[in-house]
């Protein structure tokens, strides 16, 4: 295996207020469980929208945020992004951003994410009227892990689908190493009840070929790498964000 180095990936983004707006440079093929856009599609813009986490109260209940994908597109339209666009939604400050960049000769990976988790739970636990309640009381706290995943290797359609469980797996991993608790059992958290995951690939005659992803490969390797360098670095910022809240 090639020496895998922290390198240099040029993929284009901006911070804009509110929003991180990613210009892929062309069509990619992107495999995502974003609100906006998601499942298998071809897309030139991938975006991660900051949204209020404090719903406005109107007759001493909650409201509702509106549609997340209508909003998602009005964003996208008001940035003028031309072409498909991805959209994902947190209630994590852009401030709270990370990123990480691995490569290995020609194949690099980036990844970028914010990380919320008072919103953490445990894979396969049912919600009671005591998780209901807890998940009302942190419902005004940023509480989601984004994480957007680009290569410029060309992956087959089920080496997508393992880059999906490659990253879950190596998020799931800093998760329990912290000792994130689930805000239903208490016991250790797999990750957020409203996680998204997104994966850019090239498309067929672009970027480095492959066909598989898993954790034996370099592309995992790299993927792995990206992945727990992000949620590491967003969950230390996430507790000094909680910390700083609570002292005002």
């Known amino acids: 295996m090639d020496e895998i180095v922290d390198g240099c990936v040029c993929t284009?983004?901006?911070?804009?207020?509110?929003?991180?707006?990613?210009?892929?440079?062309?069509?990619?093929?992107?495999?995502?469980s974003a609100p906006q856009g998601g499942g298998m599609r071809v897309a030139s813009h991938i975006l991660n929208h900051h949204v209020d986490g404090t719903p406005a109260v109107q007759k001493g209940r909650p409201q509702r945020f509106g549609d997340p994908a209508r909003c998602l597109k009005a964003v996208a339209a008001s940035y003028g992004?031309?072409?498909e666009t991805v959209g994902l939604m947190t209630a994590v400050p852009m401030t709270q951003l990370v990123t990480s960049r691995y490569m290995a000769g020609p194949l690099w990976v980036e990844c970028f994410a914010t990380v919320g988790i008072t919103n953490a739970v445990r894979a396969g636990e049912r919600g009671t009227t005591q998780g209901a309640e807890a998940l009302q009381r942190v419902s005004v706290k940023p509480g989601?892990?984004?994480?957007?995943?680009?290569?410029?290797?060309r992956l087959s359609r089920s080496a997508m689908v393992g880059v999906v469980q490659v990253a879950t797996e190596a998020k799931t991993a800093v998760l329990m190493e912290a000792g994130v608790p689930s805000m239903i059992s208490g016991g250790p958290a797999t990750g957020t009840g409203t996680d998204v995951v997104v994966i850019a690939s090239r498309r067929?005659?672009?970027g480095v070929f492959c066909?598989?992803?898993?954790?034996?490969?370099?592309?995992g390797v790299l993927i792995g790498r990206a992945v727990t360098d992000c949620v590491s670095a967003g969950l230390r910022k996430a507790r000094l964000w909680e910390e700083i809240r609570y002292k005002r």
Do not use: A, F, M, W
């Not at 284009?12 to 995502?32: E, F, K, M």
């Open 81 to 83: 992004l031309q072409g």
């Open 211 to 219: 066909r598989y992803s898993g954790t034996h490969t370099l592309l």
């Open 204 to 206: 067929k005659g672009e």
């Open 144 to 153: 989601t892990i984004n994480l957007i995943i680009i290569t410029n290797g």
């Open 12 to 32: 284009t983004y901006r911070v804009i207020g509110s929003t991180l707006l990613i210009d892929l440079q062309g069509p990619h093929l992107v495999l995502s």
